[in-house]
């Protein structure tokens, strides 16, 4: 299988090419949709569902803006830079969300800027260091086809404030899975040594995997697209497992990073991210 085949088969229902959060179309997603919570939507759920997914986005726009003067083509480099604007225009939405139903009226930089890491509700995988090239394409693809499989369920969220975020999302969302996973091939199909770290890069993210699962069931969806992938690039599915037990640190506890427990590399991630705003906390952005 090429890797033109899996980019179109993947691409699939998803042909809008509307793909960047600021590079095609400057509609508001959010323009004429009622802010207000629908009778029966439980606020605090809500917010705690964009709190979560919007950590996920802003944690790995920055780990994605890493790359910026590192990726190993120009081109590549615009790529990685426009996806993660994508996600941190995501994030902006979703946070802007969850200030109006969480009772306490913040905007977006109070959530990004002035909360700790325990504060942080992202995923754990979201926050390790950036790797090579081909750990961060392989985190990529496992996020992109995780984040994209969400959003096609919370389209239906009885929330339209948060269905209005999900279906811009998916259109960016398909595309980031379809980089990734050309990618994926491109490298697993390759010489000898990208074969080799996209094996190392699978290894890496396997045990990170379960913890995805815990708050929505979207796992066949995600193994689906693992499996399709990872045999065109003639890779093995990456292999994951839940925690042993609680106190185990070999694999990472089912749903720790919705928790707040997080690894040791969130703090210096957010330290970069947030110092300057909090070096002058009266400045206008």
Request: aromatic share 8%.
């Amino acid at each position: 299988m090429s890797d033109d085949h899996v980019y179109m088969t993947l691409a699939e229902g998803h042909e809008d090419d509307a793909r960047w959060a600021y590079g095609t179309g400057f509609e508001d997603p959010l323009h004429g949709v009622d802010t207000a919570v629908p009778e029966g939507v439980d606020a605090g759920e809500v917010a705690a569902c964009c709190l979560a997914l919007a950590d996920d986005a802003l944690v790995s726009a920055q780990r994605l803006a890493e790359w910026c003067t590192r990726a190993p083509e120009l081109e590549e480099e615009v790529a990685l830079a426009n996806i993660g604007l994508d996600l941190l225009g995501q994030a902006r939405l979703l946070y802007g969300r969850c200030g109006q139903v969480d009772g306490t009226g913040r905007g977006e930089d109070a959530y990004a800027y002035f909360r700790d890491p325990g504060d942080f509700r992202n995923v754990r995988l979201a926050e390790l260091p950036g790797g090579d090239f081909a750990f961060s394409i392989t985190r990529l693809l496992v996020l992109s086809s995780w984040r994209l499989a969400l959003f096609e369920q919370l389209t239906a969220s009885p929330d339209p404030v948060l269905a209005a975020i999900a279906a811009k999302g998916v259109k960016e969302l398909a595309y980031h899975r379809q980089y990734a996973a050309e990618w994926a091939v491109r490298l697993g199909d390759g010489t000898e040594e990208s074969h080799r770290r996209m094996r190392t890069a699978l290894e890496q993210v396997g045990p990170y995997i379960d913890e995805l699962f815990t708050a929505y069931d979207v796992r066949d969806e995600v193994v689906a697209v693992l499996r399709q992938v990872t045999a065109a690039a003639g890779l093995p599915m990456p292999a994951w497992k839940p925690s042993p037990s609680s106190s185990s640190r070999d694999y990472p506890i089912p749903g720790a990073g919705r928790d707040g427990d997080h690894t040791e590399h969130l703090a210096p991630l957010l330290a970069e991210l947030q110092g300057v705003a909090r070096a002058h906390t009266e400045a206008t952005w």
